[in-house]
């Protein structure tokens, strides 16, 4: 009898690469002053592109975590359980230093290293690095306590998972999150109603409830409570100095569209305790600390997140065949895709730019670009995903290629830390209150005047647009225009010709249509899918 199942004309597993390997990648690095930190990346992008990374991220998203409220005598626990891949994931990140290196080993290039290995390691599996992300970020706003910045930042910082619920003195390395947003506010937070009343001890005990909290299993919480003072921040501990459980009860655990193996929960505070971080009133100044750092990591994300999903259509057109050849190439496919490389490589230069800039504190620069790129790239990784799906036709729809993961997550760092007209509406107020931003942020994007026609006449534009008042309504317009502007800039001085001059003339000079695989008959396009295919 003969078999009718024959597995002919399918892509090879995409195992065994470097996903560190990536030419745009690893020209920035170099340019912002971590080439230091490349053999670290490379032995990380080999263990990303492994099938057992693939397998913990798989497994991960599956075996999706469950909250414990009470144990057998009912006790309440709060506590979040997780399954192995998801703790090796995490021991990975840890580890590699993504949590806050940075902080404890100093170094010219140091936050540029941590925003790379970030990048690699995200295209594995983004869930996980929430808490990552966080536990980074809360260093700086942190510091405005001394006392508890020298108590916690130390263990913030280390290279060491420890996960589990107990005293920190007792624990190698912690993690921390964040807990702003209330179901009647979102990201109006001046309306939260969850106060905070001065204890005799000198300390606070806050009440009530916030509405999304990621990563709940954390040890160290920053968050936002209504003092006498007017609305101020809080370190809240999971653990008290005493070995006993701080009340914070999860009321549950959110049933999300994506980022499934990262839990997010709603806490409830009643008579929790809380130690006053900065001054009373000042509580988004200070906590603002920590968002302008998640902002950050929201951009490198959402350009890890591209890289991904581009890697794979790349990968799959290359080896799969139809009309007599390989996908790749074929004129159309190969439009698409050199157009969703142009994006990839854009996002790629811009967030390790903006890491560039708060590794040699360019506070002008980083207050707006950082804004600027968190809306942009955030809004791009969701069409980049989609389009990339689609170059795997049907089986990029089906679970076993990874992609609908990585769809499902492509619109959440757009929402992260402020969505996309928080982030607009914070460009505005930026231009009209720091005349010095603005500047800096030309200067940027001037530094490749001269070198291509369509950028000179967009900088000359964005110029008189951005000394002029520009209302409420076109705040999202002229945030886009300034991130195609920054992204073209970066690219004309670093990237090579035909990615370049493919950039400016689709996103800058109109030669583009209102879909992917519509760039100008003079895009080199081979050129540019060549640079991007993995290797």
């Known amino acids: 009898m003969t078999g009718t199942h ?16 990536d030419a745009a990648l690893l020209a920035a690095v170099s340019r912002e002053g971590a080439g230091w930190a490349v053999g670290d990346l490379h032995r990380l992008g080999l263990l990303g592109g492994g099938e057992q990374a693939q397998r913990w991220a798989q497994d991960a998203n599956r075996d999706v975590p469950r909250l414990r409220t009470h144990d057998r005598y009912g006790h309440r626990v709060d506590e979040v359980e997780f399954g192995p891949a998801w703790h090796a994931l ?182 929790t305790y809380a130690w006053l971080v900065g001054t009373e009133g000042e509580g988004v100044r200070t906590i603002i600390e920590m968002v302008a750092m998640t902002r950050l990591d929201c951009v490198i994300g959402s350009a890890a997140g591209m890289r991904a999903a581009l890697t794979q259509a790349i990968h799959h057109a290359r080896h799969r065949h139809a009309f007599g050849g390989p996908l790749a190439g074929k004129a159309a496919m190969r439009q698409v895709l050199a157009d969703l490389a142009l994006e990839s490589e854009a996002a790629t230069a811009l967030a390790v730019r903006l890491a560039g800039a708060v590794d040699r504190d360019e506070r002008a620069l980083a207050r707006l670009a950082i804004a600027v790129g968190k809306f942009w790239v955030c809004k791009r990784q969701p069409a980049v995903v989609g389009e990339a799906l689609e170059c795997l036709g049907g089986n990029g729809y089906v679970e076993e290629s990874g992609m609908p993961r990585l769809y499902r997550d492509a ?53 008189g647009e951005l000394t002029g008042e ?66």
Request: net charge neutral; with cysteine.
């Open 470 to 535: 520009i209302g409420e309504g076109q705040a999202r317009r002229a945030a886009e225009r300034m991130a195609l502007v920054l992204q073209a800039s970066l690219l004309v001085r670093h990237a090579p010709a035909p990615v370049s001059d493919a950039f400016c003339a689709s996103r800058l000079g109109g030669d583009w249509g209102h879909a992917f695989g519509t760039l100008g008959a003079r895009a080199d396009t081979a050129a540019i899918v060549d640079r991007a295919a993995p290797a």
């Open 411 to 463: 619109p959440l760092n757009s929402i992260w830390e402020g969505s996309g007209n928080v982030q607009a509406l914070d460009v505005l107020r930026t231009l009209r209150r720091e005349p010095d931003s603005r500047d800096a942020f030309l200067a940027e994007a001037g530094a490749a005047a001269g070198a291509d026609r369509h950028l000179d006449d967009a900088i000359t534009a964005l110029k």
């Open 90 to 271: 995490m021991d990975t990140a840890v580890s590699a230093g993504l949590a806050g290196a940075p902080w404890r080993e100093p170094r010219a290039g140091a936050h540029v290293a941590r925003a790379a290995g970030l990048f690699v390691w995200s295209q594995v599996e983004a869930g996980h690095t929430c808490p990552v992300s966080m536990t980074y970020a809360v260093v700086p706003a942190l510091r405005h306590a001394p006392d508890l910045a020298a108590q916690f930042e130390p263990k913030l910082a280390a290279r060491a998972y420890d996960p589990g619920l107990r005293p920190p003195p007792a624990k190698r390395g912690l993690l921390a999150g964040m807990g702003m947003t209330e179901k009647q506010g979102g990201s109006d937070v001046r309306a939260n109603t969850t106060t905070a009343t001065p204890s005799r001890d000198g300390d606070y005990r806050l009440r009530g409830h916030k509405w999304f909290t990621s990563a709940p299993m954390c040890d160290l919480f920053l968050v936002l409570a209504q003092a006498p003072g007017g609305l101020s921040c809080f370190l809240v501990p999971r653990i008290l100095p005493d070995g006993a459980r701080n009340p914070f009860r999860i009321q549950r655990l959110k049933d999300k569209l994506g980022n499934r193996s990262n839990a997010s929960g709603e806490p409830e505070f009643d008579d």
């Open 6 to 21: 024959e597995v002919r004309n399918q892509p090879p597993p995409l195992v065994g690469h470097d996903v560190a390997q």
